[in-house]
């Protein structure tokens, strides 16, 4: 049973179009986050929401919009894509917003043509 | 701003021998920091967790050391193995509700 699945694992669209990714944990965790792994293979945070709260917002740009409906779902919709949006993107969870090993996904790779 | 480097060459060894890691960072105090192995097409997988205060973690056969004034981290495994190829990744909290930062991890090949 996967403990943080996201969908779709791959994803191949047109600039100027507008796409969700959906995550989903089943740990129980009360954090998620999502992060974003470029082609140099940094891994850079972009958010992260505990119990449905957003605690983290980092320097992202506002076609960037995470929503939790729940604090087992973390969705992150972007609008107008761009090339430069083409990466892999995770989403992780860990028990609580303090110190924690982080539980990720197996990510969603976007593809922007 | 906060810079974390990796060895960025991959780092080739032969199975049964120790292999090292290094982590360096600048331009901050972390609480603590951890490691993670990612495989090819996979998230990463948390490893260990060493916080400021401590100078060595153990798990089996992977060994952490965490220098503050050095500000470095070596990460150490032991009678390594061909299934520990993978990347290493090292992450650093930034300033609490666990905000990470990652380098961009070492490759390790571990050849029969």
């Known amino acids: 049973d996967t403990a943080v699945s996201q969908t779709p694992k791959y994803l191949v669209t047109q600039m100027g179009n507008d796409k969700s990714i959906k995550c989903e944990q089943n740990?129980?965790?009360?954090?998620m986050y999502w992060y974003k792994q470029d082609s140099k293979k940094f891994l850079k945070i972009m958010f992260s929401?505990?119990?449905?709260?957003?605690?983290i917002n980092e320097t992202v740009p506002n076609r960037f919009s995470p929503k939790s409906p729940d604090k087992a779902h973390l969705n992150l919709h972007i609008n107008s894509l761009e090339l430069g949006d083409s990466a892999v993107y995770f989403c992780?969870?860990?028990?609580?917003?303090?110190?924690?090993?982080?539980?990720f996904g197996e990510g969603s790779r976007l593809t922007v043509l | 701003s906060q810079k974390i480097e990796q060895n960025s060459e991959a780092l080739n060894i032969q199975e049964g021998k120790t292999a090292t890691l290094t982590c360096n960072y600048t331009?901050?105090?972390?609480?603590?920091l951890q490691w993670y192995r990612q495989d090819p097409g996979r998230g990463p997988v948390f490893l260990l967790l060493i916080r400021e205060n401590e100078k060595e973690k153990r798990k089996e056969r992977l060994k952490v050391t965490f220098d503050t004034t050095l500000k470095q981290s070596l990460f150490h495994i032991t009678a390594s193995q061909p299934a520990d190829s993978a990347t290493y990744l090292c992450?650093?909290?930034?300033?609490?509700?666990?905000?990470?930062?990652f380098g961009a991890g070492t490759r390790l090949a571990v050849h029969p």
């Open positions: 992780a969870s860990s028990p609580g917003e303090g110190a924690g090993e982080l539980f």
């Open positions: 992450a650093l909290d930034i300033g609490g509700y666990n905000k990470l930062i």
């Open positions: 331009n901050y105090s972390p609480a603590y």
């Open positions: 929401y505990n119990n449905k709260e957003l605690i």
């Open positions: 740990l129980g965790h009360d954090t």
